[in-house]
C-alpha cells in the first residue's frame, strides 16, 4: 500500500506565501518524478511544477519566478513553495509520485488526495 498526504493549503491574502508538503509512505522501493498539480472547477487537472530524482524541475508558465518545488528524497517528500500568489492560484492542488514498490514491479503513478488553496483578500 502506499498512499500520498498533503498538508498546508488554506487562505492567504494576494501577495502572500504558502508551502506545501506532500509526504509518500508505504511499501517503497524508488521514487522518479513527484509533482504538483492543481484543479479548479470545470477545469482539467494542469500541471504546475514536477521534480526529477535527481533534481531537475520543470514549471508551469504561470508559476515560473513564483513557486519553487522541492524534494527530501530521504523522506519520501516533496514541496511546493509558492510566494506572490494571486486569486487566480486559487485550486485545489494535488501531489503525485511515480513510485516503484519493489526492485522487480512497474512504475505506477500515485496521487494524493488534494489540499485547497485560496487566495483572496
Known amino acids: 500500500q502506499v498512499q500520498l498526504v498533503e498538508s498546508g493549503g488554506g487562505l492567504v491574502q494576494p501577495g502572500g506565501s504558502l508551502r506545501l508538503s506532500c509526504a509518500a509512505s508505504?511499501?517503497?522501493?524508488?521514487?522518479?518524478?513527484m509533482g504538483w498539480y492543481r484543479q479548479t472547477p470545470g477545469r482539467e487537472r494542469e500541471l504546475v511544477a514536477v521534480a526529477t530524482s535527481g533534481g531537475g524541475t520543470n514549471y508551469a508558465d504561470s508559476v515560473k519566478g513564483r513557486f519553487t518545488i522541492s524534494r527530501d528524497n530521504t523522506k519520501n517528500m516533496v514541496y511546493l513553495q509558492m510566494i506572490s500568489l494571486k486569486p487566480e492560484d486559487t485550486a485545489v492542488y494535488y501531489c503525485n509520485a511515480h513510485i516503484r514498490r519493489s526492485a522487480w514491479s512497474a512504475e505506477f503513478l500515485y496521487w494524493g488526495q488534494g489540499t485547497q488553496v485560496t487566495v483572496s483578500s
Open positions: 508505504g511499501s517503497i522501493f524508488s521514487i522518479n518524478y
